[in-house]
């Protein structure tokens, strides 16, 4: 900031804001999920809210994903922070007024290795969570014949939303209920003064007696120590949208063989090594690019297809068309017809070999929150209510 200029003060003024010149009690910098997971929590809890978001409108992570809320396929913390936030997108959904499709997940098993991998989730969880279908079944309720079926898993649970318009919805309803959300409003440093918190921004200063930083990937702006001792990385997605083969409708989330993997109630399974170990001796290009082969439908019919990984601080401009190749291939195999690709985008998250769940304290009266394992859909309306019995 350039000597002798004093910052001016942010207007933060909204229907049920205080004035101008005296301190909120909370601000969310982010309007990306996690950060309106706790502007919802905070609202509701009758405090005074402002979320600083340094685009005009939600381009992330938080829009760029499957609209996935896949709760019965976590473990451990996650999977008592998902049962939380099931419940908590179904209460905001008819609030905020955006569709939540209560059609659960197929998971799909296409080797006897993945069969018993269901078998073993289904045996630990019970029907509440995990109903077994048969080849047929799961054509009923997924409205496609999977070739080479041989068995599947309905997690009746599991939620879906669309993320385009749930999360600008979401936005407009808490502004609606007195959150000042400024977007357009870049935050460049974040300061403790006594018992508050200055937040200064390209459009002036914000006084708060909490703030909660909720930026995403980006965590190392700001607070790149916290971000090197957490071993923040940029996960980056290759994810197509593609016309759905003879109009197919899917009701469903479809997880596959390689996302036993990925999600951590699968992935502990006792057969789920097996399941690994096959795909390393027979597909390792898919294991070389962290492909996680899923779907989910969008309300116009475009199936949203994904998705590789690739983790590092600073990526390179320039994407390699191997990761969509692979995707179409596979895809194509598992709806048994060539794809047509309607959009491409990148993805980007937060990714961390440290911890599921970056919530850090550089100071009292501040916490540095990031999902660092690419379920903040899931999760975050769970976390949001402990990070800020912790602060408060």
């Not at 965590?219 to 197509?240: G, H, K, T, W």
Request: proline share 5%; aromatic share 4%.
């Amino acid at each position: 900031m350039t000597q002798g200029l004093r910052p001016r003060t942010l207007d933060v003024m909204s229907s049920t804001s205080p004035r101008a010149d005296t301190a909120v009690d909370l601000v969310v910098v982010g309007a990306g999920i996690v950060g309106l997971a706790h502007a919802a929590e905070a609202l509701d809890r009758g405090l005074r809210v402002v979320v600083l978001e340094r685009d005009e409108h939600a381009v992330g992570a938080s829009v760029r994903n499957f609209g996935h809320v896949c709760t019965t396929a976590q473990g451990g913390r996650a999977l008592d922070l998902a049962l939380v936030a099931r419940q908590t997108w179904l209460d905001l959904g008819r609030k905020a007024g955006f569709e939540v499709t209560e059609a659960g997940t197929l998971v799909l098993a296409r080797a006897e290795d993945e069969v018993a991998v269901l078998e073993e989730l289904a045996a630990e969880r019970g029907a509440e969570q995990v109903r077994l279908l048969d080849p047929a079944a799961a054509a009923e309720r997924s409205g496609v014949d999977v070739p080479d079926l041989q068995r599947a898993a309905h997690l009746p649970l599991d939620l879906r939303v669309d993320p385009r318009e749930a999360v600008p919805a979401l936005a407009r309803w808490l502004s609606e209920a007195g959150v000042g959300i400024r977007f357009g409003t870049h935050v460049g440093e974040i300061v403790p003064s006594g018992d508050e918190v200055l937040v200064r921004t390209g459009r002036g200063e914000v006084r708060a007696r909490h703030v909660v930083h909720a930026v995403g990937h980006d965590v190392d702006r700001l607070f790149p120590s916290l971000a090197e001792e957490y071993a923040v990385r940029r996960c980056r997605l290759q994810m197509l949208e593609v016309a759905p083969p003879g109009d197919v409708r899917i009701a469903p989330a479809l997880l596959t063989g390689l996302s036993m993997a990925r999600y951590a109630g699968l992935a502990a399974m006792p057969s789920a090594d097996a399941v690994a170990a096959r795909f390393a001796a027979d597909a390792p290009e898919l294991l070389a690019l962290d492909v996680n082969l899923m779907l989910t439908q969008r309300p116009d019919g475009s199936i949203v297809l994904g998705d590789t990984h690739h983790r590092a601080v600073t990526h390179d401009a320039f994407d390699e068309e191997t990761d969509a190749a692979l995707l179409l291939r596979e895809g194509a195999r598992l709806l048994g017809a060539p794809l047509t690709v309607r959009r491409r985008w990148r993805g980007v998250y937060a990714s961390s070999s440290r911890t599921d769940f970056l919530v850090a304290a550089p100071h009292p009266l501040v916490r540095v929150v990031s999902v660092t394992s690419g379920i903040g859909m899931t999760t975050s309306f769970g976390l949001a209510p402990t990070v800020l019995d912790q602060l408060l």
